[in-house]
């Protein structure tokens, strides 16, 4: 009995399940449906009933309730307590046309109820518009499953915790992300007002507020302690949803935060190392440039002493005469300055990093300063710096000694490269520039170069062709010009030899 058309289009014909212990009864069904395109089962009582519709499944039953033994609103009730066949759609048939009967049996779930002896075409419209109407039902529940599977699966897969606020701002839906934030099972969470499972300590008042008034509120950092005593950071963002319900989105941002911290605290150490090993090394260049110090202290307070006793000679006088002493004195006052300049000098070079870090400065002034030092070094070694500063040179931001730390490196290294050139050579070459948006300063000098296997290596630490080096110099200078986002490079001299530069960006 399978219509010829849904056969066809590969489709199964709906099974509409007759039950009557009636066999003439039975018949008359079956006749006035046997032609609408269904597939016809029949039961004859009860149990029999019950047992059919389990294993096929109809799409309806059409159900007798007179019947010896069970009868049929046990069938009904038997067919609506079991899962499998809850759905199924029963019209019932009676002679019955009591209203009481007909209450019973919509009260158990039936959708239809059609009295004997019926007619015909009345129980052909009325199983057409129940078949319709369970198709649509059927079709809806799949869409509705369909999606709630979506919903469900998109709120699993999400990291967030997400929280569904009631009118009455008590938590009606959490995610497993929500549940386990809140640290609380499922049941536990539901029906709970989120203040109670959370408490949002300072932030609570603005919290509630924009709850309350369903205004859209974004925190990037929201301290939060869970019931169960759980300190948290969260980002967190609440908004409206249709008929006054909330949503309520917290990211645990905890231990994102500490990694920051952690990384922020290692960050800060290494910068503190660097700071330790730049002060070590100018300490050490200080040590090397002692007995060159020492030299150049010495002069000027040999001619102090020399002053002071010419002046004692003029005071052993019966009248001495005032304006010569106070010549000498005057003298012996720019000596006395002379050697504590030059103590002042390495004093500064050699101090510990300053606090306040980077300040303005005028490149031209800090290089005179670095080549007044370096010229210690400069009359030992035999070899002369010529300065040649560049006038309206902007400024930049920069840790001065830092940066003379920078020049001194540059201009002991060419002057132990020139050790020994030849006199028409000149001496070291120390220049300030600017360059599109750097300012910068260059140390030039024409002595033994670097081969193209120093070149490559020459910014890593303990690199040296030098007896006693230790191979720090440039490497130091590389990682304080990288602190301050500039720029430090060698390139050959054209006339022989080597020029480096250092350049920082304009202020
Ligand atoms: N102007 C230069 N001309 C030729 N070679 C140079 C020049 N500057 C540096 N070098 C080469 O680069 C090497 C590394 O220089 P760096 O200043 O880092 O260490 P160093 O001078 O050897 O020792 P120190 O730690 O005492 O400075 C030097 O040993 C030298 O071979
Ligand atoms: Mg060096």
Same mark, same amino acid.
């Given at each position: ?190 029906? !709970? ?5 959370? %408490?949002?300590?300072? *932030? ?5 507020? =924009?709850?309350? &008034? #369903? +205004?859209?509120?974004?925190?990037? !950092? ?5 019931? %169960?005593?759980?300190? *948290? ?5 609440? =908004?409206?949803? &249709? #008929? +006054? ?263």
């Amino acid at each position: 009995m399978i219509n010829m058309n849904e056969a066809a289009s590969g489709r199964r014909a709906e099974q509409v399940l007759l039950v009557d212990d009636n066999p003439t009864n039975l018949q008359v069904l079956y006749k006035t449906l046997e032609n609408s395109g269904y597939t016809l089962l029949a039961a004859r009582d009860g149990e029999q009933a019950l047992s059919i519709a389990e294993k096929a499944l109809p799409s309806l039953l059409l159900l007798d309730i007179m019947m010896p033994g069970m009868d049929g609103f046990e069938v009904c009730r038997r067919l609506k307590a079991n899962p499998e066949t809850r759905g199924i759609p029963v019209i019932f048939l009676s002679a019955l046309t009591d209203t009481d009967a007909k209450v019973e049996g919509f009260s158990l779930g039936a959708v239809d109820y059609i009295s004997k002896p019926f007619q015909a075409e009345e129980v052909r419209a009325r199983v057409r518009t129940q078949l319709r109407i369970h198709r649509l039902e059927m079709e809806l529940a799949r869409r509705n499953a369909e999606l709630e599977d979506e919903n469900f699966q998109i709120l699993r897969a999400v990291t967030e915790a997400i929280f569904g606020l009631d009118r009455q701002g008590r938590i009606s839906s959490a995610n497993p992300q929500a549940e386990s934030l809140a640290g609380r099972a499922h049941q536990q969470c539901i029906g !709970e007002d989120l203040f109670t499972v959370f %408490d949002f300590q300072s *932030l609570q008042p603005r919290i509630e507020k =924009a709850l309350a &008034e #369903g +205004e859209r509120l974004s925190l990037d !950092e929201v301290k939060l302690r869970t019931t %169960d005593g759980r300190d *948290l950071t969260v980002a967190m963002y609440c =908004a409206a949803l &249709e #008929g +006054e319900r909330r949503v309520v989105v917290l990211r645990d941002i905890t231990d994102w935060l500490n990694n920051q911290h952690a990384l922020e605290a290692a960050r800060e150490e290494l910068h503190s190392q660097r700071q330790h090993l730049a002060h070590m090394e100018r300490l050490s260049t200080g040590g090397e440039m002692a007995a060159g110090i020492a030299h150049e202290v010495n002069q000027p307070l040999t001619a102090v002493s020399n002053y002071a006793r010419v002046a004692q000679r003029f005071l052993e006088q019966e009248k001495p005469d005032k304006t010569k002493l106070i010549e000498i004195l005057d003298k012996i006052v720019v000596q006395s300055q002379r050697a504590s300049d030059v103590i002042q000098r390495l004093r500064s070079y050699i101090r510990k990093p300053t606090t306040e870090g980077r300040i303005p400065l005028d490149l031209n002034t800090v290089m005179q300063e670095v080549v007044m030092l370096a010229e210690v070094d400069s009359r030992i070694n035999g070899v002369a710096i010529d300065f040649q500063p560049t006038s309206d040179l902007p400024g930049t931001l920069a840790d001065d000694v830092q940066v003379q730390q920078i020049g001194l490196n540059l201009i002991r290294n060419a002057m132990e490269a020139m050790r020994g050139a030849p006199e028409d050579f000149g001496g070291v070459l120390v220049r300030t520039y600017r360059e599109a948006d750097d300012v910068g300063f260059a140390v030039e000098d024409r002595g033994c170069g670097l081969s193209a296997e120093m070149e490559e290596k020459l910014f890593s630490p303990f690199v040296t062709t030098k007896e006693g080096g230790m191979g720090v110099g440039l490497s130091i200078c590389q990682s304080i010009v990288q602190a301050h986002g500039g720029s430090i490079g060698y390139r050959p001299n054209p006339k022989g030899g080597a020029i480096f530069y250092c350049q920082f960006p304009v202020r």
